[in-house]
Nanobody, 114 residues
Framework: VQLQASGGGLVQAGGSLRLSCAAS????????MGWYRQVPGKQRELVVT???????NYADSVKGRFTISRGNATNTVYLQMNSLKPEDTAVYYC?????????WGQGTLVTVSS
């Protein structure tokens, strides 16, 4: 499975960005996709995940501001990020899970200026 993330960039605080993640390759039975983020010197942390059944799990810090959705093709997920804060600045990574196997995308940088 290969994951291609895109959509990062520079935005002012209060602004919005939309990230995309497209999976290719052996995408059958992907039971979870989602987003994590990492700041230099810190551990990678959960942003949000969505299961194949549509259940979502948001980090408390992004609830009410970020929304995950899936495209018509089940191999694509989007992350709509609204009301961005400087503390949202990080490299955002797309993740897919199939059984016990986890796959990661290359990361896309989101920078929120104050």
């Amino acid at each position: 499975v290969q994951l291609q993330a895109s959509g990062g960039g520079l935005v002012q605080a209060g602004g919005s960005l939309r990230l995309s993640c497209a999976a290719s390759g052996s995408i059958f039975s992907l039971n979870l996709m989602g987003w994590y983020r990492q700041v230099p010197g810190k551990q990678r942390e959960l942003v949000v995940t969505i299961t194949s059944g549509g259940s979502t799990n948001y980090a408390d810090s992004v609830k009410g501001r970020f929304t995950i959705s899936r495209g018509n093709a089940t191999n694509t997920v989007y992350l709509q990020m609204n009301s961005l804060k400087p503390e949202d600045t990080a490299v955002y990574y797309c993740k897919a899970l199939r059984g016990v196997f986890a796959y990661w995308g290359q990361g896309t940088l989101v920078t929120v200026s104050s």
